[in-house]
T-cell receptor
Framework: GEDVEQSLFLSVREGDSSVINCTYT??????LYWYKQEPGAGLQLLTY?????DMKQDQRLTVLLNKKDKHLSLRIADTQTGDSAIYFC??????????FGKGTRLHILP | GAVVSQHPSWVICKSGTSVKIECRSL??????MFWYRQFPKQSLMLMAT?????????EQGVEKDKFLINHASLTLSTLTVTSAHPEDSSFYIC????????????FGPGTRLTVL
């Protein structure tokens, strides 16, 4: 079935890099996404990667995709206190549907 | 990016009453809108997909008579929780997508429903 798995919690020191990992099951997914959710708010699309790409970089964000292993990662360089949030990995299913993981809560240590 | 609003941002109601939540795309025409439900510390679960002017498509296990969805215009979709019960208490989030096969869904800020 359709499933997206990610670790629930990550703790990182301010200034270090954060790496959030995700695995998904549907090999036909066209797009894979990373969304950010701050407390009490909706979701903000951080970045997405097309399934035929291996890597995408956007300022402090780097997305790596290993399609063979169905593994997606998000690296946040120079992690700041404002990066504290829940990060959702998601895969597209067909034309409309997006399946989300349970989210990784990123905690920043001073 | 495009802006999606939801109203109200939170609502408390008595068991047995109905609650309507609005989702609006403020600066683009949303041909497709999605309604999600999020439980505490859980992922978003897609409830239904609605296209403007047609009936919503509900996900398996979602009662269409319980959760009424109307997408009457290209900028407005409504979700009505009928005869709400405490187990319907949740965070409801809508998202909207423009015409064509757009990559991105734009999410609203969510509505927290508490049923007493």
């Amino acid at each position: 079935g359709e499933d997206v798995e990610q670790s629930l919690f990550l703790s990182v020191r301010e200034g270090d890099s954060s790496v959030i990992n995700c695995t998904y099951t549907d090999s036909s997914s066209t797009y894979l996404y990373w969304y950010k959710q701050e407390p009490g708010a909706g979701l903000q699309l951080l970045t997405y990667i097309f399934s035929n790409m291996d890597m995408k970089q956007d300022q402090r964000l780097t997305v790596l995709l290993n399609k063979k292993d169905k593994h997606l990662s998000l690296r946040i360089a120079d992690t700041q206190t404002g990066d504290s949030a829940i990060y959702f990995c998601a895969e597209s299913i067909g034309d409309d549907k997006i399946i989300f993981g349970k989210g990784t809560r990123l905690h920043i240590l001073p | 990016g495009a802006v999606v609003s939801q109203h109200p941002s939170w609502v408390i109601c008595k068991s047995g009453t109905s609650v309507k939540i609005e989702c609006r795309s403020l600066d683009f025409q949303a041909t497709t809108m999605f309604w999600y439900r999020q439980f505490p510390k859980q992922s978003l679960m897609l409830m239904a997909t609605s296209n403007e002017g047609s009936k919503a498509t509900y996900e398996q296990g979602v009662e269409k008579d319980k959760f009424l969805i109307n997408h009457a215009s290209l900028t407005l979709s409504t979700l009505t929780v009928t005869s709400a019960h405490p187990e319907d208490s949740s965070f409801y989030i809508c998202s909207a997508r423009g015409s064509g096969r757009a990559v991105e869904q734009f999410f609203g800020p969510g509505t927290r429903l508490t049923v007493l």
